[in-house]
């Protein structure tokens, strides 16, 4: 028996009944539930969903996800686009709820359910298997989604996390699944979503979905990454449905434009677009859809072109972020290599470049083991000098406080990203730190002089209270399964890191599989600011290296006062 195979008996002995179903296997799960695979009385197999009362910090977030599902309910019936709520229970002793769902395809059996292999099959695993999906297959998915979401948005509710893996097929339709973040319209709700889906004002509004949707739109149809958005495939002009390809691409840049109010004001007019597109309407369709998506974004989108033209096809280390160039073009930046540029979106939410790919400025360290080689940061210790345990590299543009950092590094040894951090003299830094290390990547600790405070593991969601004297780190459940966890991380190549530190609410994300999630709520050692740097550790790392590049950061607002004085520490999924 497996290490998943304990856990799974474990949850499946603490598990509730459900009347008139016999659960059988845990089948997925994510944020603050499990779905598990169950067999009614009648012998069809169902989904059930159980969402538990102690994952969540704060009473307000597990009664918002009830009662979108509770609204939720009926309107999920009167749609074909729609999974089918069937049921719903709830134990407040017991503190939890359920629903019951109709049960998605098989991969490889269709409805033909065999309990013991079922593997539901999801456009994600479709794009797994084909990468990129021809273009008329994606205008029925993209026309099929649009008309779901626009009958979620007519009945006052919000999805608040579209991709790929939420699309998943009944009897061969696409429905839009995953309806436990649905909540209503203008409500204040925790800030959830997945990176790379989310757009820059945050998720919450039908504007939000529809940035969603394209994203999605966007990854079947270019076979991308939608961090590499709005980079359409290389060679995109010499394809044979080339002219199509590019209106779909129009579509999508709409979609996803940075400021809401230049996007699709719904997805029925998203809709009527693709409609015109797949009728082969080119005229109208050019004008309606073209002409919108001018300006910035269909700037950013041929300079994109350029931007892979220009690149060594054998290159497949670029980061997910990296994009155009500026409106301005490069002659005006030249300290800024190709690479190393924020995206125009990630200009437009307001990203900034820390690193410029050719030298060192506005970063302070120990040049015995830092320097820059083909164009990133290096950090390495060929000749074993004796060093205490740390060398840091150390951002001079002043203090940080709430942000997100993104960045990509490759390493064999132990490093880190230090941030809210005092200098202690000799190039070296105390405070809270993203760990990279071997087993270890994802860590969160808070370095100290004498020793580390562990805040949480890899994979583990944890709340830190106590006092300066005595800290307690409770782990309040995962952020991912184990299976994630080792499949997100690559060792040996470039891998991409998002650190969001908001108040008092840090979380960590590596390839998009959030890798640790701490909330300190320990006001004698919370720190609210400090220096953010590069760690390497040269005692041990005798002739091991990391590497840095593609250094971004963009401040945040607070959101959140810490230990409560305004309001609870925002949730993630």
């Not at 407040?92 to 013991?116: N, T």
């Not at 205008?139 to 009945?155: E, N, T, W």
Request: charged share 25%; hydrophobic share 35%; with cysteine.
């Amino acid at each position: 028996m497996t290490d998943d195979d304990r856990t799974e008996q474990k949850s499946f002995q603490r598990l509730p009944g459900v009347p008139d179903h016999t659960i059988l296997r845990h089948i997925g799960g994510g944020g603050y539930g499990e779905v598990w695979l169950a067999r009614n009385v009648v012998g069809t197999y169902r989904a059930v969903k159980f969402v538990f009362r102690s994952r969540f910090q704060e009473a307000a977030p597990y009664e918002r996800e009830f009662n979108g599902i509770r609204k939720f309910e009926p309107i999920s019936r009167s749609h074909e686009g729609l999974v089918d709520i069937l049921q719903i229970g709830r134990n407040d002793a017991e503190g939890y709820f359920y629903y019951v769902m109709e049960l998605g395809d098989d991969q490889q059996r269709g409805q033909r359910i065999d309990p013991v292999h079922y593997v539901s099959k999801t456009l994600q695993r479709e794009l797994t298997d084909h990468h990129q999906l021809p273009l008329d297959e994606c205008l029925q998915i993209g026309l099929s989604l649009a008309d779901a979401l626009q009958h979620v948005h007519q009945h006052g509710l919000i999805h608040r996390d579209i991709k790929p893996s939420n699309v998943i097929f009944v009897n061969g339709v696409l429905k839009l699944a995953d309806i436990g973040l649905v909540t209503e319209a203008g409500e204040q709700a925790s800030f959830v979503g997945t990176p790379g889906f989310i757009p820059p004002e945050g998720p919450g509004t039908a504007q939000a979905d529809i940035f969603s949707l394209g994203k999605v739109l966007y990854e079947i149809t270019m076979g991308k990454d939608p961090r590499d958005f709005p980079d359409p495939v290389t060679d995109l002009a010499s394809m044979p449905d080339h002219e199509r390809l590019l209106r779909m691409n129009a579509i999508i840049l709409k979609a996803c434009r940075s400021a809401p109010a230049q996007r699709y004001q719904s997805a029925q007019e998203l809709r009527r677009d693709l409609v015109s597109l797949q009728r082969g309407s080119p005229k109208k369709f050019w004008q309606s859809a073209v002409t919108a998506a001018t300006g910035i974004v269909l700037v950013a989108a041929i300079m994109a072109v350029a931007s892979h033209l220009k690149q060594s096809p054998a290159d497949d280390s670029r980061s997910r972020f990296s994009g155009p160039i500026s409106e301005s073009g490069a002659s005006s930046v030249p300290s800024f290599t190709l690479a190393d540029e924020p995206t125009a979106e990630e200009t437009a939410a307001g990203f900034q470049s820390l690193f410029n790919g050719n030298d060192l400025t506005g970063w302070d360290g120990d040049t015995s083991f830092w320097t820059v080689k083909d164009g990133a940061i290096l950090a390495s210790n060929g000749t074993n000098l004796v060093r205490p345990r740390a060398s840091f590299l150390i951002w001079r543009g002043g203090n940080v406080r709430s942000f997100e950092l993104r960045l990509l590094f490759k390493s064999d040894v132990n490093s880190g990203v230090a941030y809210r951090n005092k200098e202690a003299g000799d190039h070296v830094l105390w405070g809270y730190q993203a760990e990279i290390a071997p087993g270890g990547t994802g860590k969160f600790i808070a370095t100290q002089p004498r020793k580390d405070r562990p805040l949480a593991g890899v994979g583990q969601r944890t709340e830190v209270t106590g006092s300066k004297d005595r800290e307690i780190v409770e782990v309040k459940g995962m952020t991912a399964r184990p299976d994630e966890l080792i499949k997100a991380l690559k060792p040996g190549d470039w891998n991409e890191y998002v650190i969001i530190a908001r108040g008092n609410r840090f979380t960590h994300w590596v390839n998009g599989v959030m890798f640790s999630d701490v909330t300190d709520n320990n006001p004698a050692r919370f720190v609210e600011s400090g220096l953010l740097g590069l760690e390497f550790s040269p005692r041990h790392s005798k002739y091991g290296e990391i590497r840095f590049k593609n250094i971004r950061y963009k401040p945040l607002d607070a959101d959140v006062a810490p230990f409560g004085r305004e309001q609870a520490p925002i949730q993630r999924k």
